[in-house]
């Protein structure tokens, strides 16, 4: 930016957020809070808003972290996003080499791993297009620096959005579909084929119900772009959309999830203690459980991770916030 003197809150802001008719000495001793800077402001048009400023957004690069740290993120994420998408390419093509090696119970899996694949692919997307879809260009002959992409007018953002939370959410849903057809294996000793008779209702739930809440927040207009990541969520400055479109779906899941798997386990231990089995299968037992519980621990270490990390930006949130007028990089 352009060096100068001035000092802020400047005239340009005042006209805005003060009360014209108040004409006392004493109010310019007031606390006016947060004032956008008029590096800051977009059209008013795009409906933007910043920390409860309308016609504002967050600047790019992100303003709570140093160069060196968004540069390390960037890339650690590209490259456990190559990983990622690796490891679930070859979970879905030995899938569609052998169709019959992934039945009922298991066959959860294979669409858990599908959405896990293009999660990973949108993230990779991000590391590709660094922050060119998640910022908004910068206009330095109008004063106006790089700012964070919000809403549905960037359709390139809006795409990133669609995909990634509808197959994060998804996945989630699939985890426990799957624990709920261990559960239907384990204790009223569904077959395959009695548990693959519910496949529709299975279909109708992990689609339909991420479908519906990625069409509301669509019509709700609550997209924000990841100047960290280069993709585009929600909640990722509005604490309230996180708090209920992310961080509610996925706890609802882990406690379904994991509820529904304790108590599979518990009856297959019971199984495994209580009815006399021959050797081979109490093999088989065994091996099952052990199975259900490493698949179990890779999905949940991550995934509680993921909600701690969460659940301390709901904590601490408006304390950033609070301290943030005081760091923005402005004169």
Not at 185 to 212: D, N, R, T, Y
Request: aromatic content about 14%; charged content about 15%; overall charge negative.
């Amino acid at each position: 930016f352009p060096d100068c003197d001035e000092s802020y809150p400047r005239a340009v802001d005042l006209l805005v957020n003060e009360d014209p008719t108040d004409q006392s000495p004493i109010s310019v001793q007031r606390d006016y809070g947060f004032w956008c800077p008029r590096e800051l402001k977009v059209e008013p048009e795009l409906g933007y808003t910043f920390l409860g400023v309308r016609d504002c957004s967050p600047p790019c690069p992100n303003m709570y972290f140093r160069r060196e740290e968004l540069t390390f993120a960037r890339y650690f994420i590209g490259v456990v996003s190559i990983v990622c998408l690796s490891a679930t390419l070859f979970t879905f093509l030995t899938f569609l080499i052998d169709v019959t090696r992934f039945r009922y119970p298991e066959r959860p899996i294979i669409f858990y791993a599908v959405c896990y694949m293009m999660v990973s692919l949108v993230f990779f997307l991000g590391f590709l297009l660094e922050d060119r879809v998640a910022c908004n260009a910068a206009n330095p002959s109008q004063y106006k620096t790089s700012t964070v992409t919000q809403g549905s007018h960037n359709k390139a953002c809006t795409l990133l959005f669609m995909v990634l939370y509808f197959f994060t959410m998804a996945g989630s849903v699939w985890w426990v579909i799957l624990t709920i057809t261990w559960f239907l294996a384990a204790v009223p000793k569904w077959g395959s084929e009695a548990i693959e008779k519910k496949a529709l209702l299975f279909h109708a739930s992990a689609w339909g119900i991420p479908g519906m809440l990625t069409i509301a927040l669509l019509a709700l207009n609550k997209i924000e772009g990841d100047n960290i990541s280069g993709v585009c969520f929600v909640g990722l400055y509005d604490v309230h959309t996180l708090r209920w479109f992310v961080l509610a779906p996925l706890c609802l899941d882990v406690l379904v999830g994991v509820s529904l798997l304790l108590a599979g386990i518990v009856a297959l231990n019971r199984v495994r203690m209580e009815i006399p089995l021959e050797k081979e299968n109490q093999d088989k037992l065994v091996k099952f459980m052990i199975r259900i519980g490493v698949f179990s621990v890779l999905y949940l270490v991550p995934l509680l991770t993921v909600v701690g990390c969460y659940l301390y930006e709901q904590t601490y949130r408006s304390i950033w916030e609070t301290t943030l007028p005081h760091s923005l990089p402005f004169p």
